[in-house]
């Protein structure tokens, strides 16, 4: 116990240390240093030790690297953010701490995780209500409609909305697994239990398609509907779902390219971004060219020139740090994001119920499949989606949804931790 409380507050340290770093880079090269802003900082990175004590006194054993990790990629994200918008320094630093208050709460409130599947329905419903509302009265903000202002507060309903689908998908499957295993009724070349054990699937694909088309917004609806396929695929082993999952999705999207001149826009500009580079395209190009400058060690902090490309403290931080950090920068990121789903899927391997294992399997492909989409968006491997980099991205609904998803991590690998 001790040492598992000596290593996370020696990596949290580390962490925050970088932080400071950074502060102090970005503040003294351009004159901008205060010690009050460094107070906040400091302040800052005793609430994090201090989140640390907190969890650690009804998770013992709980894993050691998920705080650390995410505050780390929190660090490079307020770096990045006081270097490209300065003004959104203090916003972040806010939502920051109402995640790390938001991870201690989820933490204690899944230390019984399998209390939480009675409620499956409930947080499926709720999950889906957050979904429609987006769709209905969504405002469109930088291509996407999945915005929702309510005064002067504006969030995303759907980045709650997806950690409550994947409860409800893990309780649901959890339950249902011989089920889905042992499919009895042939469809052609397919196997399929009876059309109401799937119905909430065939659902959760409808609401891909809804916002593909009503909010523009392809990134969510791959990260949906990937997730679900990949949790049905963990439940039952089974690789016609997949098969056939994949075949409705191309099919709707297929349907959804030809009818819709707005998913036209974003193949065509994947496809061929040089035919329009100083119009759709200017993002993705300068993107290009901010990954392609910056080499092994970046341009270093403050002597690059991110701050051409549109939108870079959100959609495109990536190219920021791949410009001014470099491949080593990237790297980092990149194996930090890896080290979270690794110990998401460490945990699902040793998980003692189905429920808890599929949770934390799904919460993992959450992760993984996030972290993809951005980061292919970004260096062109797919298209240009509108969600963000987890925990890095400036951005109150993606910062908080992030550390509620840790914290539930977190709790599922202390009940993983006697079995070790």
Known sequence: MKQV?????????????????????????????????????????????????LVRRFCTAADP?????????????LTLIIRLRPDLFIPQVIWLAIGLVAFVVTAACFRQAD???????????????LLIIT????????????????GPVRFQPSEFAKLLIIIFLAAYLSERRQLLTFATRHYGPFTLPHPR???????????????????????SALLYFGTTVTMVYMASGRLNYVVLA???????????????????????????????????????VQSLFALG?????????????????????????????????????????????????????RAALISPTPFTMLLAGGLGVL?????????????KFLPLTGITLPLISYGGSSMVSSFILLGMLFAISEATAPNE
């Open 197 to 219: 054990f799937i119905a909430p699937l065939l659902a959760l694909w409808g609401l891909t398609m809804a916002m593909l088309i009503v909010q523009r917004d392809l990134g």
């Open 5 to 53: 409380k000596q290593a996370e507050f020696g990596l949290l340290l580390l962490a925050g240390v970088i932080l400071i770093n950074g502060y102090l880079a970005v503040t003294l090269s351009n004159q901008q240093f205060t010690y009050q802003m460094l107070s906040i900082i400091v302040g800052l990175i005793g609430l994090c030790m201090t989140a640390s004590l």
């Open 367 to 379: 992760t993984a499949l996030q972290v993809f989409i951005i980061i292919g968006g970004v260096t």
């Open 293 to 345: 400058s910056g080499g092994i060690l970046g341009s270093g902090l403050t002597f690059g020139y991110p701050t051409i490309i549109p939108e870079v403290h959100t959609d495109f931080i990536f190219a920021a740090i791949g410009e001014e950090l470099g491949l080593m920068g990237t790297t980092a990121v990149m194996l930090a994001y890896m080290l979270i789903v690794y110990r998401a899927f």
């Open 135 to 150: 769709i209905l009265f969504g405002v469109d903000i930088g291509g996407n409609k999945n915005w929702i202002i309510l």
């Open 115 to 129: 209390t939480i599947a009675k409620y499956k329905y409930l947080c499926g419903i709720t999950g889906v209500a």
């Open 246 to 284: 994949l075949g409705l999705f191309f099919a709707g999207s297929t349907v959804c390219y030809l009818l819709f001149p707005h998913v036209q826009t974003r193949i065509d500009i994947w496809a061929n971004p040089w035919a329009d580079p100083t119009g759709q395209a200017y993002q993705i």
């Open 65 to 77: 690297l998920i705080l650390p990790l995410a505050v780390f990629l929190a660090s490079i994200g």
